[in-house]
T-cell receptor, first 115, second 110 residues
Framework: DAGVIQSPRHEVTEMGQEVTLRCKPISGHDYLFWYRQTMMRGLELLIYFNNNVPIDDSGMPEDRFSAKMPNASFSTLKIQPSEPRDSAVYFC?????????????FGPGTRLTVL | GQQLNQSPQSMFIQEGEDVSMNCTSSSIFNTWLWYKQDPGEGPVLLIALYKAGELTSNGRLTAQFGITRKDSFLNISASIPSDVGIYFCAGQTSGSRLTFGEGTQLTVNP
């Protein structure tokens, strides 16, 4: 079974540029989460969706960050304009229904470097 | 907000030794999860715990959900070099948000 797929795996960009990160959740999962991981702050939840609807975006740092989920198999996290402090590893995770309600499965991450 | 205190922050052990790490919180959790993260990869779920007092094993790994619902531990028996990585605990109360510990960096010397 394919796991969570993220692209790109690595992104290097210059300050001020727009960055778009992509995620394909596990088929059949109805929850999708975006996390950011840094040495200083660890794993932080940015936003999550249920059935393509954003439920909690309280972790989104500021208006420069936006996330969409146009359908059940695709989500994007956009940063515009990007800043050096946005450099981090961004993870997408998905979760299904049933007994394993709280088991989130992570993608391989996108390592973002903003110069 | 909720915080998880994970300890130790790092461990250096010899191959074959047993390992124990734990997470504590001032909050009650309904679910405890343990993840392992290898360099350059995303966290991988190892064990999920859903009931207070529950003890669950996955191969050489054993985890327990504390009776008070405020703590959990993970044990690794007879460690091997591929156990190297960062281990995270995560707790969930209500809703869908997980709170993650700071991680335990495990190094296994052959």
């Amino acid at each position: 079974d394919a796991g969570v797929i993220q692209s790109p795996r690595h992104e290097v960009t210059e300050m001020g540029q727009e960055v778009t990160l992509r995620c394909k959740p596990i088929s059949g999962h109805d929850y999708l989460f975006w996390y950011r991981q840094t040495m200083m702050r660890g794993l932080e939840l940015l936003i999550y969706f249920n059935n393509n609807v954003p439920i909690d975006d309280s972790g989104m740092p500021e208006d420069r960050f936006s996330a969409k989920m146009p359908n059940a198999s695709f989500s994007t996290l956009k940063i515009q304009p990007s800043e050096p402090r946005d450099s981090a590893v961004y993870f997408c995770a998905s979760r299904g229904r049933g007994l394993a309600l709280n088991e989130q499965f992570f993608g391989p991450g996108t390592r973002l470097t903003v110069l | 907000g909720q915080q998880l205190n994970q300890s130790p922050q790092s461990m250096f052990i010899q191959e074959g030794e047993d390992v124990s790490m734990n997470c504590t919180s001032s909050s009650i959790f309904n679910t405890w999860l343990w993840y392992k993260q290898d360099p350059g990869e995303g966290p991988v779920l190892l064990i999920a715990l859903y009931k207070a007092g529950e003890l669950t094993s996955n191969g050489r790994l054993t985890a327990q959900f504390g009776i008070t619902r405020k703590d959990s531990f993970l044990n690794i028996s007879a460690s091997i070099p591929s156990d190297v990585g960062i281990y995270f605990c995560a707790g969930q109360t209500s809703g869908s948000r997980l709170t993650f510990g700071e991680g335990t960096q495990l190094t296994v010397n052959p």
